[in-house]
């Protein structure tokens, strides 16, 4: 095959695998993509067997086997427990214009951290333990992308 | 319980950025025509085998089927695995699984990955929640910047802490001719790589890689058959987290989930099983999952080779160099070849070669136990531990 190989291009195929799907959010999800959607409140669910406070919320502990039957609400400020900043640019996938950072947050009155990303900071300024606060979308679907990003807390006066 | 299991041949690929000369079949036949050869048998000696990539990174849903035409499986049983990151290491236990259980005498496991046919992030990305995790995450080298942040907060390790660590898997490659990235970097070519993701840079990072493995593991019952020394598993566990990209970072159901609590049960349950007290001086060569540069810090505290905090002196003090207390990845490990699906596979390969003392220019001297490692997705973790004598007792 070498001799025949020497001056061939390798046949490649361009392909884009397109399939429609319709995941459902099933019963818990869709509670809280609502109240994120209409009434811009976060929501958790407490486990009656260990207390935690899941966000986003789960129907059932993956520790205790136990239903999380219990809705919380949660403040929709928190603290950013760690964080990356963005510093490359793609033009179909960045969400935000650079540097937009990407970090988890743990709202006020949840456990566990919610994966969002990050918008109005100053260089330098994001750290581990630093307060920050939904901003939310004007156009919102029943999506966590109803939240824009967190930005730091600013107190006003 | 079961048979006890050695691995008796291995086979792998060159790890190259890009392998169009063959097509999926073909990278993996090469591997498995190199392991039979090696184990002095031929596919039809083989009782079943086990393969695994990810589907998402070649766009191929039926790979178990489909490969029989590499694999060597026409007409034997045959089942696929896709854990992510860990799916080498999976394979690899899946096979010692089957040979254990006493069902099967000799399986073939294989680990493949054509990383150059897809867009790894996007891949990476579209096989997480299509609800919590999807619209935010931005795939692997994100997700281990978060990592890399929480880890330097925690600690006070740096970035030129990281730095050390991709300049020695570069360093060791240049020993591994089948290492797909052969350069001599220095902490400067590191320290002033572009940041991809703060405070990840471009030499932080593992390579996207085709390539494949290919491993046979034999029962006691008929190790004596094959010419190689057998490598024996002396014990395996793994350790799953929970679902979402967040869930590593708060984790109070978890004692120490800030402390990656999946490698480091999973390691202590096989140090408890084969009676390891002092990992880094009773292991004599370890071949780790490290996909950054930073894991090659916090992992060292994960597996208990130091104290929390200790991974950058530890690093620093040359004890994972070739000629260290336990080198750490002679072969250049994950961060100088990644075909994701053989990844972890390749490091339960290095291993044996190590224990056989065939591991040609990157061989360490007299290796009588060996750590394998794979890591993947939501920080979960499979550790193997293999060594030289065989084990007095079955061990699971
Ligand atoms: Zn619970």
Same mark, same amino acid.
């Given at each position: 095959?070498?001799?025949?190989?020497?001056?061939?291009?390798? !046949? *490649?195929?361009?392909?884009?695998i397109k399939?429609?799907?319709?995941?459902?959010?099933g019963?818990? #999800?869709?509670?809280? $993509?609502?109240?994120?959607?209409?009434e811009?409140?976060?929501?958790?669910?407490?486990?009656?067997?260990?207390?935690?406070v899941?966000?986003?919320?789960?129907?059932?502990?993956?520790?205790?086997?136990?239903?999380?039957?219990?809705?919380?609400?949660?403040g929709?400020?928190?603290?950013?427990?760690?964080?990356? !900043? *963005?510093r490359r640019?793609?033009?179909?996938?960045?969400?935000?214009?650079?540097?937009?950072?990407? #970090?988890?947050?743990? $709202?006020?009155?949840?456990?566990?951290?919610?994966?969002?990303?990050?918008?109005?900071?100053?260089?330098?300024?994001?750290r581990a333990?630093?307060?920050?606060?939904?901003?939310?979308?004007?156009?919102?679907e029943?999506?966590?992308?109803?939240?824009?990003?967190?930005?730091?807390?600013?107190?006003v006066? | 319980?079961?048979?006890?299991?050695?691995?008796?041949?291995v086979?792998?690929?060159?790890?190259?950025?890009?392998?169009?000369?063959?097509?999926?079949?073909?990278?993996?036949?090469?591997?498995?025509?190199?392991?039979?050869e090696?184990?002095?048998?031929?596919?039809?000696?083989?009782?079943?085998?086990?393969?695994?990539?990810?589907?998402?990174?070649?766009?191929?849903?039926?790979?178990?089927?489909?490969?029989?035409?590499?694999?060597?499986?026409?007409?034997?049983?045959?089942?696929k695995?896709t854990?992510?990151?860990?799916?080498?290491?999976?394979?690899?236990?899946a096979?010692?699984?089957?040979?254990?259980?006493?069902?099967?005498d000799?399986?073939?496991?294989?680990?493949?990955?054509?990383?150059?046919?897809?867009?790894?992030?996007?891949?990476?990305?579209t096989?997480?929640?299509?609800?919590w995790?999807?619209?935010?995450f931005?795939?692997?080298?994100?997700?281990?910047?978060?990592?890399?942040?929480?880890?330097?907060?925690?600690?006070?390790?740096?970035?030129?802490?990281?730095?050390?660590v991709?300049?020695?898997?570069?360093?060791?490659?240049?020993?591994?001719?089948?290492?797909?990235?052969?350069?001599?970097?220095?902490?400067?070519?590191?320290?002033?790589?572009?940041?991809?993701s703060?405070?990840?840079?471009?030499?932080?990072?593992?390579?996207?890689?085709d390539?494949?493995c290919?491993?046979?593991?034999?029962?006691?019952?008929?190790?004596?058959?094959?010419?190689?020394?057998?490598?024996?598993?002396?014990?395996?566990a793994?350790?799953?987290?929970?679902?979402?990209?967040?869930?590593?970072?708060?984790?109070?159901?978890?004692?120490?989930?800030?402390w990656?609590?999946?490698?480091?049960?999973?390691?202590?349950?096989?140090?408890?099983?084969?009676?390891?007290?002092?990992?880094?001086k009773?292991?004599?060569?370890?071949?780790?999952?490290?996909?950054?540069?930073?894991?090659?810090l916090?992992?060292?505290?994960?597996?208990?080779?130091?104290?929390?905090?200790?991974?950058?002196?530890?690093?620093?003090?040359?004890?994972?160099?070739?000629?260290?207390?336990?080198?750490?990845?002679?072969?250049?490990?994950?961060?100088?070849?990644n075909?994701?699906?053989?990844?972890?596979?390749?490091r339960?390969a290095?291993?044996?070669?190590?224990?056989?003392?065939?591991?040609?220019?990157?061989?360490?001297?007299?290796?009588?136990?060996?750590?394998?490692?794979?890591?993947?997705?939501c920080?979960?973790?499979?550790?193997?531990l293999?060594?030289?004598?065989m084990?007095?007792?079955?061990?699971?």
């Amino acid at each position: 095959m070498e001799d025949w190989r020497k001056d061939q291009e390798i !046949v *490649v195929m361009e392909g884009r695998i397109k399939v429609p799907y319709r995941w459902a959010a099933g019963e818990v #999800g869709t509670r809280y $993509l609502q109240a994120l959607r209409d009434e811009m409140r976060f929501l958790g669910t407490r486990c009656p067997g260990c207390g935690i406070v899941y966000h986003p919320p789960r129907r059932n502990c993956p520790d205790c086997e136990r239903e999380c039957g219990e809705w919380v609400e949660l403040g929709e400020r928190g603290t950013l427990l760690t964080y990356t !900043v *963005v510093r490359r640019h793609h033009p179909q996938l960045s969400p935000l214009p650079l540097p937009f950072g990407y #970090g988890i947050v743990r $709202l006020e009155g949840a456990d566990t951290g919610f994966l969002h990303l990050l918008y109005e900071f100053q260089e330098g300024e994001l750290r581990a333990g630093l307060p920050v606060e939904a901003v939310f979308a004007q156009e919102r679907e029943g999506s966590v992308l109803d939240v824009r990003y967190f930005r730091p807390v600013r107190e006003v006066g | 319980m079961g048979k006890r299991v050695a691995v008796v041949g291995v086979g792998m690929t060159k790890q190259r950025s890009s392998r169009p000369d063959v097509n999926g079949q073909e990278l993996i036949n090469e591997a498995v025509r190199a392991a039979l050869e090696d184990a002095g048998i031929s596919r039809r000696d083989i009782d079943a085998v086990v393969i695994g990539n990810m589907d998402h990174f070649e766009g191929i849903n039926y790979v178990d089927t489909w490969s029989v035409d590499g694999s060597g499986a026409l007409m034997k049983p045959i089942m696929k695995l896709t854990t992510g990151g860990t799916t080498g290491t999976t394979v690899a236990m899946a096979a010692y699984y089957h040979v254990a259980s006493g069902l099967f005498d000799r399986v073939l496991a294989v680990g493949w990955e054509k990383n150059s046919e897809s867009d790894t992030t996007g891949a990476i990305i579209t096989a997480f929640d299509p609800f919590w995790d999807r619209p935010i995450f931005a795939g692997a080298v994100a997700g281990l910047a978060l990592e890399a942040t929480q880890y330097m907060h925690l600690t006070g390790a740096t970035e030129e802490d990281a730095a050390y660590v991709a300049v020695r898997e570069r360093r060791h490659a240049l020993n591994n001719p089948f290492a797909h990235l052969h350069i001599n970097l220095t902490i400067e070519d590191v320290m002033n790589s572009p940041y991809l993701s703060w405070p990840v840079k471009m030499g932080d990072m593992c390579p996207r890689t085709d390539g494949a493995c290919a491993v046979v593991f034999a029962s006691e019952d008929v190790v004596e058959e094959f010419p190689n020394k057998p490598a024996w598993i002396l014990a395996v566990a793994d350790r799953h987290l929970w679902a979402y990209t967040s869930d590593p970072y708060v984790n109070q159901a978890i004692e120490n989930g800030w402390w990656f609590p999946a490698l480091e049960w999973s390691a202590r349950e096989v140090y408890d099983k084969v009676g390891i007290k002092d990992p880094l001086k009773e292991i004599d060569v370890a071949e780790l999952y490290l996909p950054y540069s930073f894991a090659g810090l916090r992992y060292m505290e994960s597996l208990g080779f130091c104290e929390r905090g200790g991974g950058p002196d530890l690093v620093r003090s040359g004890a994972t160099d070739m000629g260290g207390e336990c080198p750490v990845n002679p072969s250049g490990g994950v961060m100088s070849s990644n075909a994701i699906g053989a990844t972890g596979l390749l490091r339960v390969a290095e291993c044996a070669l190590q224990i056989q003392g065939r591991a040609g220019d990157r061989q360490v001297p007299d290796v009588k136990i060996a750590l394998a490692t794979g890591f993947g997705g939501c920080f979960w973790s499979d550790v193997l531990l293999m060594g030289r004598e065989m084990p007095e007792k079955p061990r699971g």
